[in-house]
């Protein structure tokens, strides 16, 4: 039982590349998010999807795009990258409100 | 809006002492409350949560914590540290509807000291 995977696990990017991390849950979870992790400042949600097809903004939406391709997979883009987004991104999913679930992360590097 | 406050960013305790690490929130209703565990280099796990009924719950690995709607606290306590507990604590709530988002706390690093 995988749970959240998330890929990659650790990458190192120029300023201005793009790229896209990758989710996903095999828990049969509806709602799914990406969060980032920066130090003294906990997670902070940039996007949720409560359904498939369904995408919504969180705290720290500037810079990033998503996509709720199908029930198991929820992926966060950034299209053109800044050393502001250097970070450890996490994704996570829950189908009720009593517990989420997490990826082991991505930390991301921007040079 | 919701708001966590985690008191303390790192919290020392030495072997076989009591670990008490503090939440106070902020919301216009009693929210749902979490408290996650972060190991080095690890996702986040769910040590306890409270959601309804008892206010003192019980979480995996002799961890507890008590619902204190009067003070909006969940302070997260375990009776005796132990080496293994050292990791950063996250303490989360939730709205009870609309977004079902965690809202989290800046986190306390907890270190045993033997």
């Known amino acids: 039982n995988a749970g959240v995977t998330q890929t990659p696990k650790f990458q190192v990017l120029k300023t201005g590349q793009s790229m896209t991390l990758q989710c996903a849950q095999d828990?049969?979870?509806?709602?799914m998010y990406w969060y980032r992790q920066d130090p003294g400042m906990g997670l902070r949600l940039i996007y949720y999807s409560a359904s498939e097809g369904t995408t919504d903004k969180g705290e720290v939406p500037n810079g990033y795009n998503v996509s709720r391709l199908n029930k198991r997979e929820f992926s966060l883009r950034l299209e053109s990258a800044a050393p502001s987004q250097t970070s450890v991104y996490f994704c996570?999913?829950?189908?009720?409100?009593?517990?989420?679930?997490f990826g082991q992360g991505t930390r991301l590097t921007v040079v | 809006a919701q708001s966590v406050t985690q008191l303390g960013s790192h919290v020392s305790v030495s072997e076989g002492a009591l670990v008490l690490l503090r939440c106070n929130y902020s919301s216009s209703v009693p929210p749902y409350l979490f408290w996650y565990v972060q190991y080095p280099n690890q996702g986040l796990q769910l040590l306890l949560k409270?959601?309804?009924?008892?206010?003192l719950v019980k979480g995996i690995n002799g961890f507890e914590a008590e619902f204190k709607k009067s003070e909006t606290s969940f302070h997260l306590t375990k009776p005796s540290a132990h080496m293994s507990d050292a990791a950063e604590y996250f303490c989360?709530?939730?709205?009870?509807?609309?977004?079902?988002?965690?809202?989290f706390g800046s986190g306390t690093r907890l270190q045993v000291q033997p």
């Open positions: 996570a999913s829950n189908r009720g409100r009593t517990e989420a679930f």
């Open positions: 409270y959601t309804t009924g008892a206010t």
């Open positions: 828990m049969n979870h509806n709602s």
């Open positions: 989360a709530v939730s709205e009870r509807t609309g977004r079902r988002a965690l809202t």
